[in-house]
């Protein structure tokens, strides 16, 4: 019996890396010259879902090395707050031109990055972003992966400002899918 626990275990864990080996051995990631979109989204609710915020974000860029994808990066986010006297929605978008750096030639690639642009909508002051982020991408097929990306924002209207408000920021929390052509 111990041995036959053991055979399925080896059979198992060689099942999980198949896939991995496979991605390997193809050639994984990017080269220069090479395009990339990718749909994430984002969501919270409070236990009785009577608030609630949801987010989808779509970039689209080149690879102007091997390692450096620069793009567009558009998002927008819908919220439903009620609360005692308040009961409204909100709709806001931002768009931001990004440059991001990529670690690594395996299945799973850190990057870091930042971000410019500008945020609108009914819950914000039209004005400025700026940000700094960073993630991951893990490559599930030689052109196809799954990402998680945070990024701490700032709001501007001016240099001035920018420097106020660095302190005061948010951070923005995304996790989708991508493909490179």
Do not use: C
């Amino acid at each position: 019996m111990k041995i036959f626990r053991n055979a399925s275990l080896a059979v198992l864990v060689g099942a999980l890396l198949l896939p991995a080996s496979s991605v390997m051995a193809q050639g994984i990631g990017p080269s220069v010259g090479d395009k990339e979109f990718s749909l994430s989204g984002t969501g919270s609710s409070n236990k009785d879902f009577d608030n609630s915020s949801f987010g989808i974000s779509g970039d689209y860029g080149w690879y102007v090395s091997d390692r450096t994808l620069a793009g567009i990066r558009q998002s927008v986010s819908y919220a439903d707050v009620e609360g005692e006297g308040l009961s409204d929605d909100f709709w806001n978008g931002s768009t931001r031109g990004f440059a991001d750096y990529h670690f690594g030639q395996g299945a799973a690639r850190p990057f870091v990055g930042a971000s410019l642009g500008a945020i609108y909508g009914d819950g914000v002051k039209d004005t400025g972003i700026a940000g700094l982020e960073t993630g991951l991408k893990y490559y599930l097929l030689a052109t196809t992966f799954i990402q998680a990306r945070a990024e701490y924002q700032f709001l501007f209207e001016n240099s001035d400002s920018a420097e106020d408000n660095f302190d005061d920021g948010v951070w923005a929390y995304t996790f989708g899918m991508g493909l490179n052509f």
